[in-house]
């Protein structure tokens, strides 16, 4: 299969893009052949598929359910009442629904932490994003439940890769320390290496959670974890990580953890604003993540790119700190490399993971500084999007999934849900 991107504006100048399966093959001055899907790119630009690095997707349908409360009473009192409720098929239609926000707004590949893993899985699948999926574990400390999450962890490991499918791969997904025995994260720990496959855990998201730790383990959660060496050998993604002492920092560059940063959810929740700035110097690898929409409440990850851009310049009164380029980085180039996916950038040889825009929108005129506009004015709504050398969406008509069809569904579960 070959797509053809005639004259489209890309890496600072308009040029062709040629895609052979899921690759692309080519970018610079290409002829029209007769086997090539043709996509006229005269009035687009071209970015790459933006990487979102924390979500829950299945939660598209407690959006707006508990808002305006702490994430501890958020969770106990209302998220995991009603996800006892969850089964397979509310899952996968709260994740079709996920898919198609992300699409709408240039989301190519999510890295996501839930449970019913086969209903996300399939809902993946027939949407054509990239996904990284994980069963969330939660033991609380106790031994049976430990077993059954270990058994459920390695299930879906061994599920989602005999799927077969090269835009799904799997990692571990302990919640977090403060729901996590150590055994637990021992036993991840073997298992990722096993594997060879990425962990994505919850860190340092707020105050309670620290104060729990020290009080529990003498510590705080990085040193505690290091301690018995959870990070040793092993690629891992920590979501939130917005209260870090300067210990915990050195630890996270040691050890080449990349932080999914989610500065709207961390705010909504308020559960704080995590030290970029700080993490920037260490040249720690810094991504973005929605987290899920019960804390956000949408997916739109140039929301985050651009509140990433201004709430840094904001608490530390320095407005050179995380620059446009920066800020956009993390949702691309970052994200792939905390992921190790070949995406996050428009280059010969990388995965055919794209997304066009239409210049003909007010915020991105007069088009002076596309890179400005992107971060701190375009509102996400792109116009196309081709994920693993698929076209996926064309002029804003998403082409593998029935959105009608998704919306009416979403009601009928979230009815289930809330009763
Ligand atoms: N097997 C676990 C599932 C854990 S999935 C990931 C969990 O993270 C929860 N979650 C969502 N957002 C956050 C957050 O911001 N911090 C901590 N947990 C969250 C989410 O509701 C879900 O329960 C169980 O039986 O509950
Ligand atoms: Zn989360």
């Known amino acids: 299969m070959l797509i053809l991107i005639k004259n489209?504006?890309?890496?600072?100048?308009?040029?062709?893009?040629?895609?052979?399966?899921?690759?692309?093959?080519?970018?610079g001055e290409i002829k029209k052949e007769e086997e090539m899907e043709i996509i006229d790119g005269t009035?687009?630009?071209?970015?790459?598929?933006?990487?979102?690095?924390?979500?829950?997707?299945?939660?598209?349908l407690f959006r707006g359910v508990a808002d305006d409360l702490p994430l501890m009473e958020w969770l106990n009192n209302h998220i995991w009442k009603m996800e006892a409720k969850l089964n397979e098929e509310i899952v996968y239609w709260g994740t079709l629904l996920g898919c198609v926000e992300m699409i709408k707004t240039g989301t190519t590949t999510f890295n996501d932490m839930y449970f019913f893993l086969e209903g996300i899985a399939k809902a993946v699948d027939e949407s054509g994003m990239r996904a990284v999926l994980?069963?969330?574990?939660?033991?609380?400390?106790?031994?049976?439940?430990?077993?059954?999450e270990i058994k459920n962890a390695e299930k879906y490991i061994n599920y989602i890769k005999d799927l077969n499918n090269r835009r799904i791969t799997p990692a571990l997904g302990p919640h977090a320390p403060y729901t996590c025995s150590k055994e637990l994260l021992l036993e991840v720990n073997k298992l990722a290496k096993k594997y060879k496959i990425p962990i994505h855990i919850h860190m340092n998201e707020t105050l309670d959670e620290i104060k729990m730790i020290k009080e529990k383990f003498g510590k705080e959660p990085f040193l505690y974890l290091n301690e018995f060496g959870f990070f040793d050998g092993v690629d891992v993604i920590a979501a939130h990580c917005v209260h870090l002492s300067e210990e915990e920092i050195k630890i996270i560059k040691e050890k080449n953890i990349s932080v999914s940063h989610n500065p709207i959810s961390n705010l909504k929740l308020a559960s704080g604003i995590a030290p970029i700035p700080k993490l920037l110097n260490e040249g720690i690898n810094t991504t973005l993540g929605t987290d899920g929409c019960g804390s956000n409440n949408n997916l739109n990850l140039f929301e985050e790119i651009k509140c990433s851009a201004i709430l840094h310049k904001g608490t530390t009164l320095d407005p050179t700190i995380v620059k446009a380029e920066e800020a956009f980085n993390f949702a691309t180039k970052n994200g792939a490399k905390a992921l190790n996916v070949k995406a996050g950038d428009i280059r010969e040889g990388y995965l055919a993971d794209l997304v066009l825009i239409n210049v003909n929108k007010p915020?991105?005129?007069p088009i002076s500084n596309i890179k400005s506009?992107?971060?701190?004015?375009?509102?996400?709504?792109?116009?196309?999007v081709i994920i693993d050398g698929k076209i996926v969406m064309r002029e804003g008509d998403i082409i593998t999934l029935d959105e009608e069809e998704i919306y009416e569904k979403a009601e009928e579960m979230y009815a289930i849900l809330s009763a």
């Open 363 to 365: 915020q991105l005129r």
């Open 134 to 148: 994980a069963y969330g574990m939660i033991d609380l400390f106790d031994e049976e439940k430990r077993e059954k």
């Open 373 to 384: 506009h992107l971060v701190y004015s375009f509102n996400g709504c792109v116009d196309d």
């Open 43 to 60: 009035k687009k630009i071209a970015i790459p598929g933006l990487i979102n690095t924390h979500t829950h997707i299945p939660m598209t």
């Open 8 to 27: 489209v504006y890309v890496n600072g100048k308009r040029q062709d893009i040629l895609i052979e399966d899921n690759i692309i093959k080519k970018i």
